[in-house]
Nanobody, 122 residues
Framework: QVQLVESGGGLVQAGGSLTLACAAS????????MGWYRQAPGKQREWVAS???????NYADSVKGRFTISRDNAKNTAALQMNSLKPEDTAVYYC??????WGRGLSSDDYWGQGTQVTVSS
């Protein structure tokens, strides 16, 4: 069984910084792509950033230059450093990972964390 657990959310003033962390655990063989998504109240979940196992990164235009995604392959963890936060960044942030793991057999599936709330006050 595989679990993704996020941490690091909270309340911050506009212009401040937060770092989110995501840890994968369980019968993991390999973790390929990892990413972060967010969902604001009344809106659909949107992609924020992603990183390949080799370290290639991509960002949504709305966060480019302010957010930095990173990962530690040895620990199966990812982080999202968020700087210059804006009120419109307020959302529940979810970690996502494509994981190859042992279940009933060897399979590759997308996993999601439970989400962590980020609130940016103006």
């Amino acid at each position: 069984q595989v679990q993704l657990v996020e941490s690091g959310g909270g309340l911050v003033q506009a212009g401040g910084s937060l770092t989110l962390a995501c840890a994968a655990s369980g019968s993991i063989v390999d973790v390929t792509n990892m990413g972060w998504y967010r969902q604001a109240p009344g809106k659909q979940r949107e992609w924020v950033a992603s990183i390949t196992k080799g370290g290639s990164t991509n960002y949504a235009d709305s966060v480019k230059g302010r957010f930095t995604i990173s990962r530690d392959n040895a620990k199966n963890t990812a982080a999202l450093q968020m700087n210059s936060l804006k009120p419109e960044d307020t959302a529940v942030y979810y970690c996502n990972a494509r994981i190859i793991a042992w279940g009933r057999g060897l399979s590759s599936d997308d996993y999601w964390g439970q989400g962590t709330q980020v609130t940016v006050s103006s």
